[in-house]
């Protein structure tokens, strides 16, 4: 950091297995990238080149380098790994990451209907080669998934090769484990974390309060994903104690009194 500044929750160094921080790329230049890369990956972990973002974007090759040559992991976005999958093409899938030089990706089923047992099929074949990433819930508002269901999902995800398991919320955050209006499912939260190590799971949280709201229930390294390029700072800043959403939450109790 650029100067000292006492009572700061300590973060791991990277590369990191806890704390992590999720940037969605939703069609970034790779000038924007480069840009990104200099001001923002000292604090991120991991890029998502969203949906079908990759598809369209232009000089993907030259982007997925400029963030890989800054040691973030990148990945192409599930929605697309669902769309070759829908359409037979699981094998052309693989030989699209070996062709991007990709060592990272992503399972999900939040728009097609795949059976659990041959989602963690694909899980263990792409464990072999990949880090991998898998997703649960569903993209669609209105569908429920049991608590129970939501934790056999993750653990067995987890048990076939999954590096995190990610809690699904969109990049808007208003399904999977919040509600319509973005606030957090808390029951189904900590229902998961009794079952789930917090460390295992990604929580999709793109915005502002979502963010807030977990880390003062699981500290400043809670894993959160779906940050936008502009919030990867203040995110950090959140973890921090140095926005007024968490500033009093690493203070010790003398200098909390000494101010009121």
Same mark, same amino acid.
């Given at each position: 950091?650029?100067?000292?500044?006492?009572?700061?929750?300590?973060?791991?160094? $990277?590369?990191?297995?806890?704390?992590?921080?999720?940037?969605?790329?939703?069609?970034?230049?790779?000038?924007?990238?480069?840009?990104?890369?200099?001001?923002?990956?000292? *604090?991120? !972990?991991?890029?998502?080149?969203?949906?079908?973002?990759?598809?369209?974007?232009?000089? *993907?090759?030259?982007?997925?380098?400029?963030?890989? /040559?800054?040691? *973030?992991? +990148?990945?192409?976005?599930? +929605?697309?790994?669902?769309?070759?999958?829908?359409?037979?093409?699981?094998? !052309?899938?693989?030989?699209?990451? !070996?062709?991007?030089?990709?060592?990272?990706?992503?399972?999900?089923?939040?728009?097609?209907?795949?059976?659990?047992?041959?989602?963690?099929?694909?899980? @263990?074949?792409? &464990?072999?080669?990949? +880090?991998?990433?898998? /997703?649960?819930?569903?993209?669609?508002?209105?569908?429920?998934?049991?608590?129970?269901?939501?934790?056999?999902?993750?653990?067995?995800?987890?048990?076939?090769? @999954?590096?995190?398991?990610? &809690?699904?919320?969109?990049?808007?955050?208003?399904?999977?484990?919040?509600?319509?209006?973005?606030?957090?499912?808390?029951?189904?939260?900590?229902?998961?974390?009794?079952?789930?190590?917090?460390?295992?799971?990604?929580?999709? &949280?793109?915005?502002?309060? $979502?963010?807030?709201?977990?880390?003062?229930?699981?500290?400043?390294?809670?894993?959160?994903?779906?940050?936008?390029?502009?919030?990867?700072?203040?995110?950090?800043?959140?973890?921090?104690?140095?926005?007024?959403? +968490?500033?009093? !939450?690493? *203070?010790?109790?003398?200098?909390?009194? &000494?101010?009121?």
């Amino acid at each position: 950091m650029n100067f000292d500044l006492p009572h700061i929750p300590s973060r791991e160094s $990277q590369p990191r297995q806890t704390g992590l921080t999720m940037m969605m790329d939703k069609g970034l230049s790779w000038r924007q990238a480069e840009n990104f890369v200099d001001c923002s990956a000292h *604090l991120t !972990d991991l890029v998502k080149l969203g949906f079908g973002t990759s598809y369209v974007s232009k000089d *993907l090759e030259r982007k997925i380098s400029i963030y890989k /040559e800054a040691g *973030l992991k +990148t990945y192409l976005g599930g +929605t697309l790994f669902e769309a070759f999958l829908v359409r037979g093409m699981f094998d !052309d899938y693989r030989k699209l990451l !070996d062709k991007l030089k990709l060592d990272t990706c992503e399972v999900s089923d939040g728009s097609v209907v795949l059976d659990h047992n041959k989602k963690c099929e694909y899980i @263990s074949t792409l &464990a072999k080669d990949f +880090t991998v990433l898998s /997703e649960v819930g569903s993209k669609e508002a209105g569908i429920f998934i049991s608590p129970s269901k939501w934790i056999s999902m993750m653990q067995d995800e987890l048990n076939a090769g @999954s590096w995190k398991v990610i &809690a699904e919320a969109r990049e808007s955050g208003n399904v999977g484990i919040y509600r319509p209006n973005g606030t957090a499912h808390v029951s189904l939260v900590n229902k998961i974390i009794s079952n789930v190590k917090v460390e295992n799971i990604l929580w999709e &949280a793109p915005q502002k309060s $979502q963010q807030v709201w977990f880390i003062k229930q699981f500290g400043a390294n809670v894993n959160l994903g779906n940050i936008s390029h502009s919030e990867v700072i203040p995110l950090e800043c959140l973890r921090l104690g140095l926005r007024g959403d +968490t500033f009093f !939450d690493y *203070l010790p109790e003398e200098l909390k009194v &000494a101010l009121v």
